[in-house]
């Protein structure tokens, strides 16, 4: 027994320090510098999720902006009875989704080619970056002139190549919308191409290296090696522009306001129309988080099939 008690006491002195080595001082201080930080992102991101949410379920008065009576999911059943509502759900997936598609299927040889050495690939580096220092707005009006009926770059080009050139790019609410979405692309472009060239930049050279002595051609070697290596880049960044997608407004207000007869209207320029427009806050604060929640469910399944990609390489428990 007295063994026994003396094993314990062994242990517990040996667990103590350990336990109060758990709040170092050096940490503490780390905390200390964090913390306002801390507090402005709470300020900026946390205390504005609150209130949307209580305007969400809450009855607002405009004239003290005070929240008057709680009126539960009302608003939630008002935005989505809109008729024009799940067609605005549906543009705004198919727009993001087409975002991320085509960004990633031109970065990726944008970034293969720069991967590779060639006279002059810094300055070309520096110049596909160009479009990710354009201010939104800015591009918005850039895309605004190429896409011009009239004076257009677009139809310039058409008809210097023959073709009658005459388009009305923006009046037309499925050329808007694919329009836009070229301006996004262009927008979305530095951040991917980045991104993928860093991933590009981490792959083994000796196995694409045994993979040419083998006899494997170029693009067996891109088959089979590069891209399920860059399998787990490519989700990350697919899961970043999807979301940076969702929140587009920018151009979308600058190019068309939500028109021709809201063909270009997705579910984030529907919260601004909403609220600063329409002035119904309630249904704008209920847009507001069904957009997160759609925004939320995609993650999930992108982050799902990153998770199985994982699984199938080895890199994370099944």
Known sequence: MVRDAQAVTARVQAVAPRRARRIHPETLFAL?????????????????????????????????????????????????????FVAVVGRTVYFAGMVVLLTLVVAFPIALLLHQRFWGRGVVRVTVLLPWAVPPVVSGVLWGQMFHAESGFINGLIRALGGAGDTVWLGDATLALHAIIVAEVWRALPFATLFLLAGLQTLPVSAFEAAAIDGASTWQRFRFLTLPLMTPILLPVAIVQFVWAMKAFDVIYVLTRGGPRMGTTTLNYLVYLQAFEQLRFGPAAATAYILSAVTIAVIAVLGYLRWRTAVHDGAAPA
């Open 32 to 84: 200390v510098l964090v913390a306002p930080a801390l507090l402005v992102v709470l300020g900026v991101y946390g205390y504005p999720a609150v209130l949307t949410l209580a305007f969400s379920v809450g009855e607002l008065d405009l004239s003290t902006f005070n929240i008057t009576g709680w009126v539960g999911v009302t608003h939630y059943r008002t935005a989505m009875a809109d008729p024009a």
